[in-house]
Structure formats: structure tokens, C-alpha cells
């Protein structure tokens, strides 16, 4: 008990001063807390919009009837020291302690790091130690350095670090997890086993304990409870356009295929791009990261019932993108030179003024403008181009990133056997080999980074024309790549299908699917896909805004269709992958190797098409490639609006220079505050849409009127 109070003393002196105490049997460690260097004007920068995406995270992850619960975490360590020396150090570890005569050399502390039985070290002077700086006590400023050792429990059902939340409904604390947060059904301690463990001081304590009796008992925000505020806002969105057009997206889908495959396309209608082109434009923004990586991580955390949720998603988006691409096209506008301007920035003000609502349309509309320029040079841009040239460099490093994979295995080997010979010479030869991989990406990433800068920068200048001609032959191609491969995986299971295809439906209203369902889709999917169709977000209007027609309802119907490929088709082939191979629920690929998203499609893929990973990578690179050019497409449509035409050729410029920082420099922040930009966009443009909701509905009554009465010529 005397060191749990100690260590919550610690944690607040730490929190006020910069300094921890940390006690055992009377005698004290104080952390010394080193200035770090100052910030490079690349990390002022992450910095200043660390800050920004802190407050735009509350407001948007803000979650709605969330519910608490109570935890402890089982955690306990001893601390040995020796005199600090600069240079290397022979010296043993004592334990601290009164009369203690335990000691520990230099070559015991790295044979416990290598067992995972430190507890991590400090930063100092710019190189991972595994041992702290610290000094006695405040009245013994000597120097020392210090190790924490972490104490097993008797029971090795109890490891350290276990973390244990109250079930409610039995009174009992069950362990979280490792695989997917779950809560375990075996492992469950009682209230007096909890109470035996708080008093022997094997349990963290509280900075603000429940009860005075009981430090040890934290309080926290059920994570999968609640629902954030920016996912209610497009959920309920797409709930209220579906149900207000009449499932236009069920009874309107046929007539979207017939259109979309030239049947009404007449050459001589105002416009830059056809119908199928504008289609490829919008989906080559959103068939990406989303779609490889969402889908797992989703049915990682949520089982897979998950994937219910996001093909329900998926149905109910199609009615959004029909209705703000059907506005894209209404109040667009066609300069003397033919080019189109349209989307969010058009109808929000354009339209909303024809209603009185001039000043609120133009406050939305330029909310909207400044969110989406940010967000192209961000998740639209540089992400991407980062994600790309990682998938480039792990293609050519496969053999070494795998030897390294090795490395660990052995050295973890080495150290269970109390080989520290073995064990210190592979962590030589690993050091070595991470070196060379630091080098070699050194040179990858520029080289990459200039080629990606040029092909994007011959696309962007020519425009929507040239752009709608090259996602209308990338997309088609990586979707191709990508399905088959699915296909290929799917067939030589077929007999499988049916059950997982059950299993999905029997699982999706469950409460853990339920709760991982909406966390990994609508949360975690959100954050880094934009819900992988972006249906709500606005952008894709601006693309559809640009397609040959006279009929706006008719380029509303070819809209609906992103959402089905995108997630209802795409998706669907990854899931069922993850279903065959069992990835989402495999212990070795998610617990124990760690890999999560892309990296455990990727893995999935392997286990069936050992060379698969290589198609990824380019389907990776080609995913990157369309989203770039289509989201640079979108940020110069927004910048046009704010800053006039002739400014433009210097967003093109700027858009083509940050694919190449993107792809060299890791920026932190400033890619989460672009994520958040887009999601953010969902905002002003859906509450504009509302308001001009009605005008959609009326038009459709209309053309579907002469689309019954055969008025409208056919060319195909």
C-alpha cells in the first residue's frame, strides 16, 4: 500500500513539477525531467496543428450517451540503481531497498529487456537507453541510473500491465484482452481478489481514485459506447435523404446502370467529361486505403457482424451522393470557355440563395471551400503519397523486413534460454540490418517521390478532361487487380461462403458486434477513409458536376452508383477474404505480430496467393495515384471559388510539391487535422442539402414522369 500511494504521489509531482518520485521500502528515486531540444520549425508546425486537432477531435468525436465503467490495472516493479557515469558503465544495479544485496549486471538488464520484463527507459541525449536518469532523493542530487524490473504475479494468469473492467452484471473483473479490447470470459477476479491484490500493492493507483478506501479504482469512458457526433450527423443524414426520396436508391438503380453506360450520353450536351468519366473521377477519390484497410480493421475490433454495419452504411450513402451530385449539376456553372465550376461552393450559396438564405449559403459555402482545400493537400494528397511510397519501399525490402521479423523471434528465443552471447551478437546483426533498411528507404522515397510528383503534375495540369481519361482507365484496372484476386480466393472456398455469409447476419446485432461494428466502421473507418465512399462529405459532387448532361437528376443517378462499388462491392470482396483466412480473429497476425489494416490484408492475401503482397503494393500505389489526382481536382475547384480563376495555376503548384514532401516527410499531425477537415466538410454541406432537399425531390417527380412517358432520346 506505502508504494501504490507513493507512485500516485509520483504521478502528480510528475503532472506539476516535470519531476517522479518513485518509493520502494523507504528510499526514493527522483526522474530527472530533461529539457528536450527545441522544436524544428517542422515540428512547430505538427505541433501548432496538434493543438487544432485536439479541439476539432472533441468536437467531432464528442460522443453521444456514452457510458462509464471501472477498471484497475494489475501493475507492480522494483527499481535497481548504480552511479551515474557518462561513457559506458560496467557498473551492477542494486535494488533499492533496506540491507538489499541484490544486484543486477549490465548484461542481466539487457537479457530482461529482451524478455519484456523492463519497464521501457528514457530518451537520453537522443539515444534509447533502457534505464532512466535520475537522482536519489531531493536531498541526494547524485546522479544515478535507474531500471524498472516488472514483477510477476504468482498466478501467470495475472501478467503485468493486465487491465480489468468490472462486469456489472456479476460484480466479478474480467481482462481485457489483447485481441480486438474483447473482455475475457476465463479470466475474471473476484472482489476479494481485487481488494487481496490493492493491498499488496500490485495494483496502479488512481490519480483521482473512487473511493478513498479503494485508489486503485480508475474511471473511464466505455470506449465502445456512444456514438460521435460527426457520425450521427452523416448517419442520420443519410437515414433522412433515404427515407425522403423513397429508397430512390433501390427503385432508381437500373435506370443509374442504363445511364452510366452511355445510353443517354448525347455529345453535343455542356459539360468536360462523361457520365462513365465523372464516375471514375469521384470513384477514384474514394476506392482506396479505405477499402483494404477499413474493412479489417473494422471486423478486427468488431467481429464479423461489423461488416453489416458498413454494407448498411454503403446503402444508405447511395441516397446522399445521389442527392448533393444531383445538386452539383443544378447549379453549376459553365464558363465561357466551357470549363465547369460546381459542387458544395455552387449550390450552397446559389441555391440557397434563390430561398432568402444568401448570407447563410455563402458562410457554408465558404466553410466548405477553405475545409476542402486543406483537406486535398492533406488526406487527399500527402497521405496518400506517404502510404504509396511505404508500400513501394516494403515492396523492395520484403526479404529484409522479413529477416528482421526473424531477428526478433530469435533474439526472444535467445533471451528465454538465458543466452546472452546468442542473444547480444543477433541484436548486433539486427541493429546492422535496421540500418541498412533507414538507408535504403533514404534513397527509395526521394526517387519515388519525384516520379509520383511528375505523373501526377502531367495529369492535374489538363485539367478534368485529362483526369476523367486517366481514372477512367486506372480505376477500372486496380479494381479489376483487385476484385480478382478476391474472386480467386473466394472460388477455391466457395463451399465456405454460404456459412460466413451467416455469420455475418447472426452476428451483426449483437452487442459486441454492434459496438465494434459502430467503433471500427463508423469511428476508426471514418477517421482514416472518410466511410470509404466520402457519401455526405460533398466532394464527389464536384466531379459529377462536370459530366455531359442536361439532366441533373440523371447525374444523381449515376452518383448513387459510387457508394455500391465502392463499399457494397470492394468491401464485400475484402471481408469475405478476412473471413476465409480468418484473419480478423487469427492471435499470431493480430496479437502477437501486432499487424492491424493494410498490413493484415496484405498478410491475409499471402496465406492464400504467397506473391499477392507485390500486386498490393502496386494496387497500393495505383489506389494513391487516382485519389491524388481527383482530390487535387476537388482542392483547385474549392480554391477557385475563394480566389478567383487565375489563381489556380498556383494551387496546381503547390498540389504537385506536396505529393513530394508527402512522400519523403512524415507530418504527423497536420495529416490527422486534414482527416478531420474532411469529415468536417460533412457539416456545412449537409446542412445545406436539407434546405435544398425539397427542390432534388420535386425534379425527380419531373424526370421520372418523362422517363416513364419515353421522352427522353436514346444514343445507345
Known sequence: MRFTLCLTAALILTTLFGERVIAQDGETVTVITHKPPPPTAMQQVDNAFKHAVEVMEAVLFYRLATTERQYIVYERGEQYVRKHQTGANSAPFRRLGAGSDDELTPADVELLAAKNRLVPGDVIDGEQRLYRLGQLSEADSTLVDYVTVKIPHEDPAIPYGSKYVQDDSTGGWRRVTAKRGLLSDSDVLSEEQIKSLGEGGWLQTSATPTEKSKPYIHTEKDPKSGIPVVVAWLSCGAVFFTLYMGFFNIWGFRHAIDVVRGKYDNPDDEGEVSHFQALASALSATIGLGNIAGVTIAMTLGGPGAFFWMLLCGLFGMTSKFVECTLGQKYRHVKPDGTILGGPMRYLSAGLKEMNLGLFGSFLSIVFAVMCILASFGGGNMFQANQSGGAVVQMFQGADIQRLSNLNTQIATAAENDDTALMQSLQTERRELSDRLTRSENIIKPMFGIVLACLVAVVIIGGIKRIGAAAGKVVPTMCLMYVAACLWIIGTHIAEVPALVSMIFADCFSGQAMGGGL???????????????????????????????????????????GPFIDTIVVCSMTALVILITGAWDNNEWVVDQGLAGAALTSKAFESEISWFPYILSIAIVLFAYSTIISWSYYGEKAWESLFGPRSTPLYKLLAVIAVFVGTIVNLGSVLDFSDMMILGMAFPNIAGVIFLAPQVKRDLAAYWTRYKAGEFRTFK
Open 519 to 561: 467503433l471500427g466502421v463508423l469511428v476508426v473507418g471514418v477517421q482514416r477513409a472518410a466511410f470509404s465512399n466520402e457519401a455526405g462529405v460533398g466532394s464527389a459532387a464536384i466531379a459529377h458536376s462536370a459530366a455531359k448532361t442536361d439532366e441533373p437528376i440523371r447525374e444523381g443517378c449515376v452518383a448513387l452508383l
